[in-house]
């Protein structure tokens, strides 16, 4: 059984901008996009400000209705990724196992610092005070057997809180929860699931596998696994070279685009061309990201991990659920597709029993597509790429 902390420290950019000029604790105050736009996003939000019900990405515009004091701050980037990298440092005394998430997000594995430090929650809190007292940051802690539950943990309590998922409870804890709780679930997924009659993770975790499979493909297996505590991706070790063969791709516009339906076809056209370098090199990726650059130069970056695929229509249902469920109709400058989490097709970690018995039965499904994408591959070789495309079977309505 592994030890798995993930940290996550609170109302990061707020709490740096705090830090640098303390008199911004005292009132509600707000890191975003540029203020005199109606449509500016809320980036982060402090304490003060979070108790009139403010959250990220809300708009600047409907924040100040629910708040009209609120104190709005220009992010400073630089200054973000200085303290990541400090409260890094000090997750680095406890293990070497620590895989950053996001710039304010860490997986730790101490599972072989148990002897040093003590239990995994006497671990949680050490790390806990110490990011507080040197650098008086905040963060949640979750402790669990494995990373997903690590995650949803320490979303569970905050700010500055531990929040244990073992696996003597997990059930008691996780299975209540409504199925959009479950992590990387997002809209479309827990629709289908509602008209499944599945409500909670706990109804995922006790239904038939090979319906679910059915109904969501390679993303069934996924949840069913997770829902039942199987999780077993490793946490990286710090000094791992991190996606070194990460591939991306954006567009800047020329004029500033607001209409979703111009926007949903770049998402696709940049989902092609990132799927199609992946197959080339021969690769396949795990984790799926959009980033959506608004023209007050504010930023929505946001990732989700996918079961392995280098699929068009896998990376782009992801890509264009993250948009539909991210988007605020500000006029956007640029979008970037990013696949990360790349393996080689030859070095695939050996499957374990339960995904084997399934995975012939994903296959068979996924054979389809993946045949035809690499016939789009071939006939966009010899035809050109304008000539062949998967666009027009995407559904570009927003909800
Ligand atoms: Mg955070």
């Known amino acids: ?113 148990l002897e040093l430090f003590g239990t995994p929650v006497e671990i949680a809190y050490k790390i806990k005070e110490e990011v507080k007292n040197t650098l008086g940051l905040t963060i949640s802690v979750g402790v669990s057997f494995n990373k997903i539950f690590a ?79 199987i999780d077993n991706s490793e946490v990286a070790f710090f000094d791992t070279k991190r996606n070194p063969k990460s591939i991306s791709k954006g567009i800047t516009f020329p004029e500033d685009i607001s209409d979703v339906k111009k926007l949903i076809d770049v998402i696709i056209k940049l989902c092609e061309d990132v799927s199609k370098s992946l197959r080339k090199d021969k690769m396949k990726c795990s984790s799926v990201g959009i980033n959506i650059k608004y023209n007050d130069f504010s930023v929505i970056s946001r990732q989700r991990k996918i079961f392995k695929t280098d699929i068009f229509q896998d990376i782009v249902n992801v890509c264009i659920e993250l948009f539909k469920e991210n988007y605020n109709n500000n006029p956007v400058r640029k979008i970037t597709i990013g696949l990360s989490q790349l393996e080689s097709q030859d070095d695939e970690v050996q499957l374990d029993l339960f995904t084997l018995q399934t995975e012939n039965e994903i296959k068979s499904k996924n054979g389809k597509l993946e045949n035809i994408n690499r016939l789009v591959d071939d006939m966009q070789e010899k035809f050109g790429v304008d000539k062949v495309s998967f666009g027009n079977v995407i559904d570009k309505n927003i909800n």
């Open 1 to 113: 059984m592994r030890s798995i902390l993930h940290c996550d420290l609170n109302g990061f950019f707020a709490s740096v901008e705090c830090l640098k000029n303390p008199k911004l604790k005292n009132v509600p105050m707000a890191v975003s996009g540029d203020p005199k736009l109606r449509h500016g996003i809320i980036l982060a939000k402090n304490e003060l400000a979070k108790k009139y019900g403010i959250y990220t990405p809300e708009t600047v515009y409907s924040a100040k209705k629910k708040c009209p004091n609120l104190v709005l701050v220009r992010p400073h980037f630089e200054d973000y990724h200085k303290y990541s990298k400090l409260v890094q440092q000090i997750y680095l005394k406890y293990t070497d196992r620590v895989e950053p998430f996001s710039i304010d997000e860490c997986f730790l594995d101490i599972t072989e610092s």
């Open 151 to 229: 995650k949803m943990g320490s979303d569970m309590k905050k700010p500055d809180a531990v929040t244990v998922i073992d696996y003597e409870h997990f059930k008691e804890i996780i299975h209540p929860l409504s199925v959009d709780k479950m992590l990387f679930v997002g809209k479309s997924t827990t629709a289908t699931l509602k008209k499944m009659r599945i409500d909670t993770i706990g109804d995922i975790a006790n239904y038939d596998v090979n319906k679910l499979v059915k109904k969501l493909g390679k993303m069934g297996i996924e949840l069913y696994r997770y829902a039942n505590g």
